[in-house]
């Protein structure tokens, strides 16, 4: 059973650029959460997607969007690229009940 | 808003030492609370949870308790190997009773074990 899978490994952008940053979901699972990890910093909560919408949103700004399509993987987008948006993005899956499952993450580098 | 604070600094520890990372949280209502911990270019991995008051979670040896009265959930180990040098993370959900939602996650404790 593949767990959370989550593409490209590794990504360096320059600022002004676009991203998209892409989670494949635990077998099973229906609800993708994202995550933004700064260096020596705890996981910040961006959003989570349940039934192709998003549920609930963290204090992002709108530069960040998502998607969640109907096998339920999920896309994570950021707008006009910010030196500070350099990060781990980590992407979670679960299911009614059942605790997250952390994919590897993105690491992201703006130039 | 929820929040988690864990012991500041990292624990620098020989094998066999005894383990205690300290977490406390402000949460409204009943959350569900967890440890994850981080190995090296790696994402995070659920080491245990509890999601009720005096439950204990457990797992490879490490344990914590909900303590609703001190707002804490504490992490221990009674010996630790060298494999365990990883960051711990203490994390709480929204979500009541369940471990469904937004997780809030502390800033994470740096563990190195010493042979």
């Known amino acids: 059973d593949a767990g959370v899978t989550q593409s490209p490994t590794h990504l360096i952008k320059t600022r002004g650029q676009q991203v998209t940053l892409r989670c494949s979901p635990k077998?099973?699972?229906?609800?993708v959460s994202w995550y933004q990890q700064a260096l020596g910093q705890g996981p910040q909560f961006i959003f989570q997607?349940?039934?192709?919408?998003?549920?609930q949103r963290g204090n992002f700004p709108d530069r960040f969007s998502g998607h969640q399509f109907p096998n339920y993987s999920s896309e994570l987008n950021v707008n006009a690229l910010l030196l500070g948006d350099s990060a781990l993005y980590l992407c979670?899956?679960?299911?009614?009940?059942?605790?997250?499952?952390f994919g590897p993450g993105t690491r992201l580098t703006v130039l | 808003g929820n929040s988690v604070t864990q012991m500041e600094g990292p624990v620098t520890l020989s094998e066999e030492a005894f383990l205690t990372i300290n977490c406390t949280y402000t949460?409204?209502?009943?959350?569900?609370l967890f440890w994850y911990v981080q190995y090296p270019g790696e994402g995070l991995q659920l080491l245990l949870k509890?999601?009720?008051?005096?439950d204990k979670g457990s797992n490879k040896g490490f344990e914590a308790t909900y303590r609703k009265e001190t707002t804490s959930f504490h992490l221990e180990k009674g010996s630790v190997q060298v494999s365990d040098s990883a960051v711990y993370f203490c994390?709480?959900?929204?979500?009541?009773?369940?471990?469904?939602?937004?997780?809030?996650f502390g800033q994470g404790t740096i563990l190195t074990v010493h042979p």
């Open positions: 509890a999601t009720k008051a005096d």
């Open positions: 949460a409204t209502g009943y959350p569900s």
């Open positions: 994390a709480l959900s929204e979500a009541s009773g369940t471990s469904y939602g937004k997780l809030t």
């Open positions: 997607y349940y039934e192709e919408e998003e549920r």
């Open positions: 979670a899956s679960s299911s009614r009940y059942n605790e997250q499952f």
């Open positions: 077998s099973g699972h229906d609800t």
